[in-house]
């Protein structure tokens, strides 16, 4: 593998930023690693133990120096969508494989829907599509709460918020009053508000992603082979709970991986996980 080279490509209200990890000699198709909002230095420890293939990663819009330029539309999966065909079209057209997470897995089950030529294999973890679950209007009400938090009383606050709010277990309570308040302080953030009302989760992805409704029928009809993946630890949380829901949906059996929702962490970002074990997991399903 050479050394690792970055590009940028102007999209409609945002200048992209992404990373090449060129193996020349590989005969595997190039594997794209996706988020949002994470960025792509989050995916630096599952990205070194593929080797084998060109890997590239990105920062979405909004995210890392991905910067939104003048007149930037209001970010949504398929605007996301667009962007991800944009880099694929920029590093050769595809197919590639794509192992998207969080948000990201929302934008890639976007992108298949209507491009599924670019892609060979999606591998989505735990996509946090609350419109999938039983409970929805719930889980959407207590969301709607952590952005008024936000805004109301800042980063700290709203970030406080959301994640109590991923960590319950289980079928949420109709009034998003009777979901636990943390103080930021529990969670080593900030309880002052700096007067900021540009999060890229909080004030541009938290809605339009966990609101969006995929086209399943487009999904199951796609040519593009898609898993559906959770992690173990992630039981009865709203992301394992809709991304078994979402696997339910388009008729596949969930893909389970070792560790959580960041599995494939190395420590970094707050978050320990297992990724030798996540890796060898997403290396099975590429490969089957």
């Not at 207590?142 to 918020?161: L, R």
């Not at 009302?197 to 909080?202: A, F, G, I, K, Y």
Request: proline share 8%; net charge negative; glycine share 10%.
């Amino acid at each position: 593998m050479t050394a690792s080279t970055t590009h940028t490509l102007e999209a409609p209200g945002a200048v992209l930023h992404y990373d090449v990890r060129p193996v020349q000699a590989s005969t595997a198709p190039t594997l794209l690693m996706i988020g949002s909002p994470m960025d792509a230095s989050g995916f630096a420890a599952l990205a070194a133990r593929f080797t084998d293939r060109t890997v590239v990663t990105y920062d979405p819009r909004g995210a890392g120096r991905s910067v939104l330029t003048e007149g930037a539309p209001r970010s949504t999966p398929d605007l996301h969508a667009d962007d991800v065909a944009r880099v694929i079209t920029a590093i050769g057209g595809g197919p590639v494989d794509v192992f998207a997470s969080s948000g990201g897995a929302v934008n890639a089950l976007a992108l298949v829907a209507r491009r599924p030529e670019l892609v060979r294999v999606l591998v989505a973890h735990e996509p946090p599509l609350a419109q999938a679950l039983p409970d929805r209007d719930n889980v959407l009400a207590a969301i709607a709460d952590i952005g008024e938090t936000y805004q109301a009383k800042g980063w700290g606050a709203g970030m406080a918020k959301f994640i109590a709010s991923t960590s319950v277990r289980g079928e949420f309570p109709a009034d998003p009053a009777d979901l636990p308040v943390p103080s930021p302080t529990e969670f080593g953030l900030p309880t002052e508000d700096d007067g900021s009302r540009d999060d890229v989760l909080l004030a541009q992805n938290l809605i339009t992603c966990t609101h969006y409704q995929p086209h399943y029928e487009a999904l199951r009809a796609a040519s593009t082979r898609i898993f559906i993946g959770v992690g173990v630890e992630s039981e009865g949380q709203i992301t394992y709970r809709a991304g078994t829901a979402v696997a339910e949906r388009l008729g596949v059996e969930p893909a389970v991986f070792p560790s959580h929702h960041g599995g494939f962490l190395e420590g970094d970002f707050g978050m320990k996980g297992e990724p030798d074990a996540f890796a060898a997991t997403l290396r099975s399903l590429l490969d089957s």
